[in-house]
């Protein structure tokens, strides 16, 4: 677990053992994929760090749990307790820095004391608002014995208790709803987390009412069902009347709630399982404090007692499938175009064609995510990983292997397909060795376009070379053109693809698909010069988490 070297017989040694290396390297992606299995199933990922740099390296992925309320448990080692202040090998205040990225942070006090502590981090990553925990072991403890009777070993925690809203605000609720003109349902990730994806679907054709999923709430209600706005987003958001908020926060992923992204007089119903969430940034009509599947059990009996259901050829209606039916024309005219190399929206056409419906998407990127979020279907809850709240990149292969271990326990079956921008592949891209070492049957799908939003072409390129120093004149964001991603999988032993036109792609799916031991790295090259439709905007200024 942790280095327990001191100081002193440290200093006179020049090199570090290649595993060391190894495992700090490693350490920021397993704590992603850590994070990723607790939002996955329920129940705290675990990440064993070793000491100092290892430790920092894992403060990333615990700062993502936190801010995407997913449990995580880091056991961190540090250096012996009697050597503090010292300048112990790895010596780094672990415990106080945890404190800014965790729910709780922890040393035990004794060998006696680390089952209860691991009992109430467990606990406490998944009570209330799911985060991460962090438990630090310090070097003398871990060589430290004791009699084994002295031992006293806690049983596991209960289960989340369950809280249902206060019975007055549901009704109160339910009144601003049925007597909304432009209601709009927003599911986030925090009601796939919640497993109420049957509950909320009820309502949805109980009420007959349009919704809005955020990226990862993508599937908790079926992108293709008849009321998702999704393809009208922004009029959605900007017209809405009463908005019904399931697990979603009024954060930068939602503009705020406020104009002009929002109506001055918006009524926000908010049902949340965090108290101090209600009232942030918009006050609400509603606030009902919760677990949204009881809440929205609660608003089931409601209406099953006074039904109501907004009109199907209500005004509303019109304005918003108008949207879409423009919106989607324009999206099928870019897939539709022949020209090469392709573009964003021709490439997901094609993948979306022949993913399986059930498999568990991740993307991370730029236009890639953002793009890929509005083509790529989900059809199940809890089957898309992106950046999240955080807007972390480099969590994309920490995440794939994380879904694909859960996978490969619960359904052996089912798919993992990964859709990374190239610039984002980079960020872990070496963690191929790990999902080849592990037999992982992950499909990467890396879009490249040579660079960082955009790129060059290998012609552009070479002129600019002629021009100096490519340090001083090629733009920062600019990518080697070209470059053969697909080798590195092939390196360890799994499948790549080189493929520059339609017809390459869509044989590399089907190749690729039908693969089910073996991964696969399919590295697709678009127009380096290729963006987004016009009225979509930078991701870091919109809300798509």
């Not at 039916?325 to 056409?349: G, I, R």
């Not at 080697?480 to 044989?507: C, D, R, W």
């Amino acid at each position: 677990m942790a280095s327990n070297r001191g100081a002193g017989n440290r200093e006179d040694q020049e090199t570090v053992s290649g595993a060391e290396v190894i495992a700090q390297a490693l350490k920021k992606q397993a704590s992603y994929a850590a994070s990723a299995v607790g939002y996955l199933t329920g129940r705290p990922g675990v990440c064993l760090v070793v000491s100092g740099p290892g430790f920092i390296h894992a403060l990333g992925g615990m700062a993502n749990a936190n801010m995407n309320c997913w449990p995580l448990i880091v056991v961190g080692g540090s250096s012996d307790s009697n050597q503090e202040m010292m300048g112990a090998f790895q010596e780094f205040p672990q415990v106080e820095a945890c404190r800014l990225y965790s729910k709780l942070s922890v040393r035990p006090s004794s060998i006696e004391a680390i089952p209860f502590v691991i009992e109430k981090a467990v606990r406490i990553s998944i009570y209330g608002r799911p985060g991460a925990c962090y438990v630090d072991i310090p070097g003398d403890l871990v060589n430290l014995q004791v009699n084994a009777s002295s031992i006293k070993y806690v049983e596991c925690c209960m289960p989340p208790p369950v809280n249902m809203a206060d019975a007055s605000a549901v009704s109160a609720a339910a009144s601003i709803l049925r007597n909304a003109k432009q209601p709009l349902l927003i599911i986030g990730k925090g009601a796939a987390y919640a497993h109420a994806e049957d509950n909320i679907r009820k309502l949805v054709d109980q009420c007959g009412l349009p919704f809005l999923p955020t990226p990862m709430g993508k599937g908790v209600v079926p992108d293709n069902h008849p009321n998702c706005v999704a393809a009208a987003r922004s009029r959605a958001l900007q017209h809405a009347d009463v908005i019904l908020l399931l697990g979603a926060r009024l954060n930068w992923i939602l503009h705020f709630g406020l104009p002009p992204r929002y109506r001055a007089d918006v009524q926000i119903i908010q049902v949340d399982i965090c108290a101090e969430e209600l009232g942030n940034n918009v006050k609400p009509a509603a606030a009902l404090l919760g677990d949204i599947n009881a809440v929205t059990t609660q608003f089931l009996e409601h209406y099953s007692k006074r039904p109501w259901q907004y009109p199907p050829n209500a005004e509303w209606w019109k304005v918003l499938r108008e949207k879409m039916k423009s919106n989607e024309e324009v999206s099928k005219e870019l897939a539709s175009q022949k020209s090469l190399p392709m573009n964003y929206y021709t490439v997901f056409y094609h993948v979306q064609e022949q993913l399986p419906r059930d498999c568990i998407i991740v993307s991370e990127g730029a236009n890639t995510m953002d793009i890929g979020r509005t083509v790529l279907q989900n059809y199940l809850p809890r089957h898309r990983l992106d950046a999240g709240t955080f807007g972390t990149m480099g969590v994309g292969l920490g995440f794939a292997i994380a879904a694909a271990v859960v996978a490969k326990d619960k359904n052996p079956e089912k798919r993992v397909v990964c859709v990374e921008g190239d610039s984002a592949f980079g960020f872990s891209g070496m963690e191929v060795e790990t999902i080849c070492r592990h037999n992982l049957p992950i499909l990467l799908i890396v879009v490249n376009n040579n660079g960082i939003y955009q790129g060059f072409d290998a012609e552009t390129w070479k002129e600019l070379t002629k021009l100096g120093e490519i340090s001083q004149v090629g733009p920062p964001v600019s990518l080697l053109p070209n470059s053969h991603y697909e080798q590195i999988m092939t390196a360890f032993g799994g499948k790549g693809y080189f493929v520059q036109t339609p017809g390459e792609l869509q044989n590399a799916l089907t190749t690729s698909l039908a693969e089910k031991t073996v991964p696969s790295l399919i590295n697709v090259m678009i127009q380096p010069q290729a963006s987004r439709k016009e009225q979509d905007f930078h991701w870091l200024t919109r809300s798509n988490m």
